[in-house]
């Protein structure tokens, strides 16, 4: 019997940001074709892979106001 070999969720992740080896995905998508529980993980990983990437990430008012304020600052030293 061939033994099965365990992923991680480390192994999904790799998974999903392509840095696996071309024979390395092919041995998690064959498992995730069998595993309904790595499966669902790795579902859950690649929706929040997605709204990661969709999130825009911006600095809020007051921490932009914080770095003009820093650098006026550092030009009046000058």
């Known amino acids: 019997m061939p033994m099965t070999k365990t992923f991680t969720p ?3 992740m790799r998974r ?3 840095e696996t ?3 390395e995905a ?3 998508d ?3 074709l069998c595993d309904s529980e790595l499966q669902r993980q790795y579902t859950e990983m690649a929706v929040l892979k997605k709204e990661l990437d969709s999130a825009q990430m911006q600095p ?3 921490t932009v106001k914080n770095i003009l ?5 550092l030009q009046e030293h000058r």
Not at 69 to 73: F, I, L, N, S, T
């Open 60 to 62: 809020s008012d007051a």
């Open 69 to 73: 304020h820093y650098a006026h600052g």
């Open 16 to 18: 999903l940001y392509h």
């Open 30 to 32: 064959k498992a995730l």
């Open 26 to 28: 092919k041995e998690i």
């Open 10 to 12: 480390q192994d999904l």
């Open 21 to 23: 080896s071309p024979e």
